[in-house]
């Protein structure tokens, strides 16, 4: 953004940041590839809070392996990766009815504070909410990732229309590396034991 003036930025739909056209062409770009792999009927929408940075730790991202964010999904979920193109994890996902969002679609930028970005997922969550009333429709969500945890009481209090997981505090995944117990209850909220078994 170092050759665009303030006055030609307007505001990103997906994360609320000043943007200019490169900032708009890589959402797009990731909102192509997480759409190319969303199920007819969601089962689950696993809901996250700021888009990871890198393209390989975002599970839809075709080309890159899985590393970050993406890995860590895949682990919790029991889904191996060896030997699979991503297209065929990323059809895994697809089959089981899940869906992975954010409420920030796009990375924040790394001059970002963490007031900032507060602040961008305090504006940005509404419209999230919109979304999966209105458009999503999932059969539950689950809340996913620590940057949640200021939200998840909010998220639990709207009306979303679905049940949202976990119901009693906190959210699934939020420690690095996750433990066998948060992939165990993670598993357990969306009702597989075996996903390889659905």
Sequence with gaps: MANTSRAELLPCDGCGQLADSAHI???????AWSTRYRPVHIQALLLSGIAPREAADFVYAPNFG????????LHALQIRTEGKSPEAVQ?????LGILLTHILEC????????????????????????????SLKPK???????????????LRQANLQCPVLPSSSGVFLATQPITEEEGEAFRNGLGLTNPHAV
Aim: no cysteine.
């Design 25 to 31: 062409s890589r959402r797009l770009e990731r909102l």
């Design 66 to 73: 899985f590393t970050g964010e993406g890995a860590d999904l």
């Design 91 to 95: 059809g895994e996902l697809q089959k």
């Design 107 to 134: 990375p924040l930028d790394a001059s970002v504070s963490a007031g900032e970005a507060y602040a961008l997922t305090e504006r940005q969550l509404p419209a999230t909410m919109a979304r999966i009333r209105r």
């Design 140 to 154: 539950r969500v689950l809340l996913l990732s620590a940057d949640l945890l200021p939200y998840a009481a909010q």
